[in-house]
């Protein structure tokens, strides 16, 4: 039997098919069993080879050409003939590879953290699943971030974190590298967990969490106290930038002002089913609500310039439109695309035109809070009042009120006081003298 001449990349170019034929094969006289087929619309390297447990030879698929090279599909005929000789199947132990690609790409901390982010809304107390997951996709599932983010879970060590929560604090953020910390203390906890440490390849004990014993005091960072509050000018450069804002980023940032400084995620959330127009009522479901486990659903009461602005945004809604208020969904999903940092920069443009060469500082919404709570101490309202207005913790004791009738007293006086302040009539919300803050 004359000995098959060995294949060129060269001669596979040129093979053509006689007439009449619908198929020719050409062995490879370098390496055993391979064969170029050649059909009416493709070129394919195969193995005619018999596997092991069977008895007539089988024709394995390597790969079609030009894709897979003359070299790379000797490589892989070798390998196979390897495996045949070894009584191993090409096409199972193929298979077998596939399903450990997959574990290892389960076992992956992208994978891993992937899964948490998902659970994350299953969790007990879970208010700010959302929030925590923006923040651990943020910082850790971000490539230019974190360069060990398709390392195996089981490898990851306490010095990658440790220098990734680094490079967090060296933005000049440091109480969003405390925040990191946390959270991805939180993620390994659950990783390590007894339901799920085998799933991700982890030794199910200590060496499998290797933050285990970093806390904010090695890594030096603590929680600082945050007292920025926003001033009289920067009051009415905020209101200004709000007013001449579309919907419904300016109409959003108006009504946190006008509903006590509320919370951003409470704003964002609320909905028309919420809101009772003839009692004057917003009632936050305790599932929104920062301590709802202790405050239960939350009472907001609302001034008339708060219905006016509300009934503003009702009529501006087409027919049909849901029950979230703030939506770019027509109102069947709440609004989570606010940009800060453009209302920012419109505020610190007004602001400019306030105080002619002065430079605002930085803002964030939750410094509302403080301008709300310092307000009403101005203006004599009972501790126990602003708290309950500003949605604070609520203190263990037998007193169940929910003071809607303080608030509502309390409310109108805040309100008065801040319209004064932002057309200029009253320095402050010092209740004596409208002129004076002191």
């Known amino acids: 039997m004359t000995r098959a001449r060995a294949l060129e990349t060269e001669r596979i170019e040129k093979f053509r098919l006689e007439k009449g034929e619908t198929r020719h094969e050409w062995r490879d006289g370098k390496t055993p069993n391979l064969v170029m087929r050649v059909g009416r619309r493709d070129k394919v390297f195969i193995l005619v080879v018999r596997c092991p447990g069977e008895r007539d030879p089988s024709r394995l698929r390597i790969g079609r050409f030009p894709e897979t090279t003359l070299e790379r599909a000797r490589e892989v005929a070798a390998e196979w003939n390897a495996m045949i000789y070894r009584g191993l199947d090409p096409r ?56 060990w983010i398709d390392k195996a879970l089981a490898d990851v060590t306490k010095a990658d974190v440790g ?18 910390l946390e959270l991805i203390r939180g993620f390994f906890g659950w990783a390590n967990g007894p339901a799920r440490y085998e799933g991700y390849g982890l030794p199910g004990n200590v060496t499998g969490n290797p933050v285990a014993d970093v806390t904010p005091g090695s890594m030096e960072l ?6 920025r509050t926003l001033d009289v000018a920067e009051l009415r450069a905020y209101w200004r930038a709000a007013t001449a804002m579309a919907y419904p980023d300016g109409p959003l940032y108006r009504l946190v002002l006008l509903t006590g400084g509320r919370r951003g995620n409470e704003a964002k959330g609320i909905r028309w089913s919420e809101i009772d127009i003839g009692n004057k009522l917003w009632t936050i479901p305790k599932e929104r609500v920062k ?8 009472y907001v009461v609302l001034t008339d310039e708060a219905i006016a602005l509300l009934q503003e945004l009702r009529r501006g809604q087409p027919q049909g439109w849901g029950d979230c208020i703030f939506s770019v969904t027509n109102g069947e ?8 940092d453009e209302f920012r920069a419109r505020v610190e443009q007004e602001f400019g035109k306030l105080v002619p060469g002065s430079v605002m500082d930085s803002f964030w919404l939750h410094d509302l809070r403080r301008v709300v709570q310092t307000a009403l101490s101005k203006l004599g309202v009972p501790d126990v009042v602003a708290d309950y207005i500003n949605g604070h913790r609520k203190k263990r004791d037998y007193n169940q009120d929910r003071f809607i009738a303080p608030c509502r007293k309390a409310m109108r006086q805040f309100t008065d006081r801040l319209l004064l302040v932002l057309d200029g009539s009253a320095a402050g919300f010092r209740a004596d003298d409208p002129h004076t803050d002191e």
Do not use: C
């Open 333 to 340: 999903t709440p609004y989570t695309g606010y940009d800060l």
């Open 222 to 227: 603590e929680r600082g106290v945050r007292t």
């Open 92 to 147: 199972e132990e193929a298979k077998r590879l596939e399903r450990e690609a997959a574990v290892d790409q389960r076992r992956t901390f992208r994978s891993a953290l992937t899964d948490y982010i998902a659970w994350l809304p299953n969790k007990k107390r879970n208010r700010h699943a959302r929030v925590d997951g923006v923040a651990l996709e943020s910082e850790f599932l971000d490539a230019d971030r974190n360069g």
């Open 163 to 180: 220098v990734l929560i680094d490079n967090i604090r060296d933005r000049g953020v440091p109480g969003r590298a405390l925040q990191a």
């Open 291 to 298: 301590h709802g486990d202790e405050l239960l659903d939350l």
